[in-house]
């Protein structure tokens, strides 16, 4: 027996669990093809051809089959988060903190500084990190790599292998497994592949992931992207009207019918890694009331943002003269503001109940909105846009919302703040997903109340930081617009309590105030019989 002194006062297992022999040598595998990734990227003297890109990318992928097969084929199907508070790396420890900081580090040198990645200027060759992803780039396109394709490589690679482990994980589940299945394909198919077999087709296509729908796709309208489109012949035509169908039809009747899960939960690659990943960070959500009123204020905002920077952008390269083009700044700015009513008229109609407390703060925004759009119109030249160069607008979105805080804050700080930052707090796609998920979806979480034991499983493994035991007590069903359908909480339920469900619009929002669970008052029913 081990003399160890435990402090803990749990019965089961007091101990962090160590990892076994064969979990070491997985993670020192693993640790082995990383290193050869770092001694490219310090310039070290190695061959930079196809066999050592592909034993350091096969270690990677080795160590972690063998380190999940280890730690989950060992044991029973069900939840293993034995421990997460425990280990240092899920428990914002020194580990936690160090992978952070090394993440966050990689993402500021991949925005701003690609050349120490290698990437050649002024047509160079590449060297480095880049040279060694050479072959495959020039496998897959016959052109050297960028620092975006080797991000996309690895961005994959992760998606695929934390996937894997996923899989192992939650293998009692068919819902997570069928949800995996389609973002790793989703990831490897749309977002990496198809972009590199759509440059052989026809190098005049600007790169396009067909998954990546605006707001995310910020960059859709910009005129290098839609002069690249319609410069590319009927296929670039084809993918323009493509990207407008996904925001117009598309994203509104999959968001009905199953609620922002279809997109969050089940292709976008943001969520793809958040979900695979940055799994075993889902915990640290704070699941606090500030951090929800911060969420929604946030969330907005970027999207009022993305909504005007994306109008500002199109105004930008559009004339005054109908002769020359039907489509003048003013009659877009027209349309602009018609649509935009519209869209706010029919929602206070009809789902001014919904909105609640809420109204309030929709038509503050729509208000912002309208008022910025006007402001652009009258004050707007033929290059400055509110007062500012309109590419230097552009740039400003493109550098705090899309690198800043999507990529070094989103995905570095996963051991900090948990997985899904940028989902919740920054993301312009999920803030119009989930204006719909509330007001216009199928979907809810229904809770068995009256089975529920509090025991908070479901709030803490909750990556939105949704206090879903709260709802859970009361017996109401959870439709939050940040919900993303992921179904841990579900999952992770002993007693059953929760379920992801489609169904009518009808008694879909059921607030209730006391604490009753859904139990039946037996004497109620009798007394009604009387
Ligand atoms: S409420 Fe449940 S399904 Fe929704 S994001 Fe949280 S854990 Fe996922
Ligand atoms: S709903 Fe399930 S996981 Fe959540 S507190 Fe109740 S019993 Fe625990």
């Known amino acids: 027996m081990s003399n160890k002194l435990n402090y803990s006062m749990?019965?089961?297992?007091?101990?962090?669990?160590d990892f076994s022999l064969k979990q070491k040598v997985a993670i020192g595998i693993g640790i082995i093809g990383l290193f050869i990734l770092v001694l490219a990227l310090f310039n070290a003297d190695i061959n930079h051809s196809g066999w050592v890109l592909t034993t350091a990318l096969g270690l990677i992928v080795l160590g972690t089959i063998w380190f999940s097969n280890s730690v989950y084929l060992s044991e029973s199907k069900g939840i293993k988060n034995d421990g997460v508070w425990f280990k240092s790396i899920s428990s914002r420890g020194l580990i936690g903190w160090a992978t952070g900081i090394v993440l966050t580090l990689f993402y500021i040198v991949l925005y701003f500084y690609p050349h120490l990645?290698?990437?050649?200027?002024d047509g160079a060759p590449n060297t480095g990190l880049v040279a060694l992803f050479d072959p495959l780039s020039q496998l897959l396109s016959g052109r050297p790599a960028s620092q975006w394709f080797v991000y996309g490589a690895l961005y994959t690679m992760a998606i695929l292998?934390?996937?894997?482990?996923?899989?192992?994980?939650?293998?009692?589940?068919?819902?997570?497994?069928?949800?995996?299945g389609s973002v790793m394909f989703f990831q490897l198919a749309f977002a990496f592949l198809i972009p590199e077999f759509m440059y052989v087709m026809n190098s005049d296509l600007p790169y396009y992931d067909l998954k990546s729908i605006w707001p995310l796709n910020y960059y859709l309208f910009d005129s290098w992207s839609i002069k690249g489109f319609l410069s590319a012949g009927t296929i670039g035509l084809i993918l323009l009207i493509f990207g407008v169908v996904s925001i117009f039809i598309i994203t509104p009747i999959l968001t009905y019918k199953y609620g922002k899960r279809w997109y969050c939960s089940w292709v976008c690659g943001c969520g793809g890694l958040a979900e695979t990943a940055g799994d075993p960070f889902r915990h640290l959500s704070s699941k606090k009331l500030s951090s929800w009123k911060l969420e929604r204020w946030l969330i907005h905002a970027v999207l009022v943002f993305s909504v005007v920077m994306t109008m500002a952008t199109i105004y930008s390269f559009l004339g005054n003269n109908p002769d020359s083009y039907w489509l003048t700044k003013s009659l877009f700015i027209k349309l602009s503001i018609g649509f935009l009513s519209l869209i706010f008229l029919l929602f206070m109609l009809?789902?001014?109940?919904?909105?609640?407390?809420?109204?309030?703060?929709?038509?503050?925004?729509?208000?912002?909105?309208?008022s910025l759009v006007l402001i652009m119109h009258f004050t707007g030249t033929t290059d400055q846009i509110f007062f500012i160069k309109s590419s230097s607008l552009r740039s400003a979105y493109g550098l705090y919302i899309g690198s800043i805080f999507s990529g070094v804050i989103g995905t570095g700080f996963y051991p900090i703040f948990g997985s899904r930052v940028w989902c919740r707090f920054g993301c312009p796609m999920a803030a119009i997903l989930g204006l719909q998920q509330r007001l216009l979806s199928k979907f809810r979480i229904t809770t068995n109340g009256g089975q529920c034991i509090s025991c908070g499983n479901c709030s803490t493994y909750c990556e939105m930081g949704i206090d879903v035991r709260a709802y859970a007590q009361k017996g109401e069903n959870i439709v939050r617009s940040s919900c993303v359908g992921c179904g841990i909480c579900s999952a992770v339920c002993p007693r059953?309590?929760?379920?992801?469900?489609?169904?009518?619009?009808?008694?879909?929002?059921?607030?209730?105030?006391?604490?009753?669970?859904?139990?039946?008052?037996?004497?109620?029913?009798?007394?009604?019989?009387?």
């Open 10 to 17: 749990s019965l089961a297992k007091p101990d962090a669990k």
């Open 117 to 121: 990645l290698g990437l050649g200027k």
């Open 161 to 180: 292998v934390f996937g894997y482990k996923f899989f192992l994980k939650y293998r009692h589940n068919r819902y997570e497994q069928i949800r995996t």
């Open 350 to 370: 009809f789902k001014r109940k919904e909105f609640g407390k809420d109204a309030k703060n929709a038509s503050i925004g729509y208000a912002v909105v309208i």
């Open 496 to 530: 059953g309590v929760l379920k992801l469900e489609n169904d009518g619009l009808k008694g879909r929002i059921n607030p209730t105030e006391i604490l009753l669970g859904n139990d039946v008052n037996l004497m109620d029913l009798v007394n009604q019989n009387n």
